[in-house]
């Protein structure tokens, strides 16, 4: 139930501009991409064109019906061999319009690795004319010679499929990422970092800028070892008093990859932003407690939120300010010490605990989705486990700072919801796409709004 790291999607909901549903994915046998349109419980496959072979990665569409879909290819080019990309638009039936190779050396998409498995999440949206993408990969070896991992927003120009601005890196280790679009036609994303920064980071972004901002962090595991074991044995860190105990003693440095978190989603209102995740606070709602840790699961997780000004202002670190945030929940001071074992200041501010589940062998948000289904207005659906396994899907909404307006409901276990895919609404219906492994099927499940 860790849920260490994400998973790439593999489904993407699309709308033509008749209103009718499909869905762009990947036959995992041969590669094959194809697009399946559902119109009236009737289905509809047709193949989309994939000449170099590659991964499906993301997918979008536009207000006009043209899909637009991105690939790379598989495997592992480390050290230093990048990896091919493309980047497709096709019409509203999967005809092949127009593809542009993309460039993964280091100066560009800089990908040596992209497996579609974990650590590998890539979001695509459509805005006024343009293609936004956050893309999480491994990349060319850096200064200190090893393949990192991140994510970087890029903007491409949706006719052309040039790229008109690679923004650079929105996360270090960036294990998850989602990615929408305001009202300004700008792009607003949120990804999960471990490091640089240690946090659900916010981004807003088109091809002449981008602002970022964390707006929650979370606790870290420091080292039990006295010093890194590939540094010189001249290098000793002291002793991390405050949550050393008889039994174990912490040191002032860590490298801890957990991120006890899940993504939700980010929900644009009026004055401001929701940004929605799974988060473990411990039975104090404190998310900064760094004696909570050693298993990368280690308290209950609970659905949080956070609500901040729409015209947030960019900001290094991990400190989240009072002037950021709208909503009135929990606010918190706390700190890590970094690899290099200096200290890291971290705050939360307005986290608002949307369940107060308290122990994690028994229940646990997971698999967390947001949908705006009215002004002020926020459908949450998302999966119930114990520490190990499945137990049944809820739902329930709530305004844009966190007021529940209707308490959470049972949806059954036949409505099952993955890691990463995103939920699509048409009209008065939410469409949640997944894949029965056992059958080898498409399924589509329709819920729908009173």
């Not at 289905?43 to 879909?69: H, M, P, R, V, W």
């Not at 991140?150 to 294990?175: M, R």
């Not at 970022?212 to 595991?221: A, R």
């Not at 998310?287 to 298993?295: C, I, P, Q």
Request: proline residues 2%; glycine residues 8%.
């Amino acid at each position: 139930m860790g849920n260490r790291y994400s998973i790439a999607r593999q489904f993407f909901s699309v709308q033509d501009t008749t209103g009718q549903i499909g869905v762009i994915w990947q036959d995992k046998k041969n590669k094959a991409i194809k697009l399946t349109k559902i119109a009236n419980k009737t289905f509809k496959t047709i193949t989309l064109a994939n000449k170099q072979n590659e991964i499906l990665a993301a997918a979008t569409f536009d207000s006009k019906g043209f899909l637009y879909y991105l690939t790379i290819q598989d495997g592992d080019g480390i050290p230093n061999t990048a990896r091919t990309s493309t980047l497709y638009k096709a019409d509203n039936n999967g005809k092949f319009t127009k593809s542009k190779n993309l460039d993964g050396s280091q100066a560009g998409l800089n990908i040596v690795m992209f497996n579609g498995n974990i650590n590998n999440v890539a979001s695509l949206n459509y805005a006024n004319g343009t293609l936004g993408l956050i893309l999480g990969r491994k990349m060319h070896p850096s200064n200190d010679g090893s393949n990192h991992q991140g994510a970087i927003a890029v903007v491409f120009d949706a006719n052309t499929l040039d790229v008109l601005k690679n923004l650079g890196q929105t996360s270090g280790h960036s294990f998850e990422n989602v990615l929408t679009v305001n009202s300004d036609n700008e792009f607003v994303a949120i990804d999960l970092g471990d490091n640089y920064p240690r946090g659900v980071n916010l981004h807003r972004f088109t091809e002449n800028g981008i602002t970022s901002h964390v707006v929650y962090t979370f606790k870290t595991e420091h080292s039990t070892e006295l010093r890194y074991p590939a540094l010189s044995a001249e290098v000793n860190y002291p002793k991390y008093d405050a949550i050393s105990t008889d039994l174990k003693t912490y040191y002032q440095w860590s490298n801890d990859n957990n991120t006890y978190t899940e993504l939700g989603g980010v929900i644009e209102n009026s004055d401001g932003y929701s940004v929605i995740f799974a988060g473990e606070p411990d039975l104090n709602g404190n998310s900064l407690n760094n004696a909570r840790v050693g298993n990368g699961f280690d308290d209950a997780r609970n659905i949080g939120l956070v609500k901040v000004v729409r015209d947030f202002s960019s900001g290094w670190g991990n400190v989240v300010p009072d002037s950021m945030v709208l909503s009135k929940g929990t606010a918190e001071t706390g700190g890590f010490y970094t690899f290099n074992g200096t200290w890291s200041e971290q705050r939360n501010a307005g986290v608002v605990w949307l369940t107060d589940y308290k122990d994690k062998t028994q229940t646990n948000v997971s698999r967390l989705k947001t949908i705006k289904i009215a002004e002020d207005k926020i459908l949450l659906l998302w999966e119930n486990w114990n520490d190990n396994s499945y137990i049944n899907t809820y739902a329930m909404t709530i305004d844009s700072l966190g007021n529940v307006l209707d308490k959470p409901v049972t949806l059954g276990n036949h409505v099952r919801l993955s890691r990463s895919d995103d939920p699509i609404i048409i009209g008065n219906s939410v469409y949640i796409a997944s894949g029965n492994k056992a059958d080898s099927k498409l399924e589509l499940i329709e819920l729908k709004l009173k």
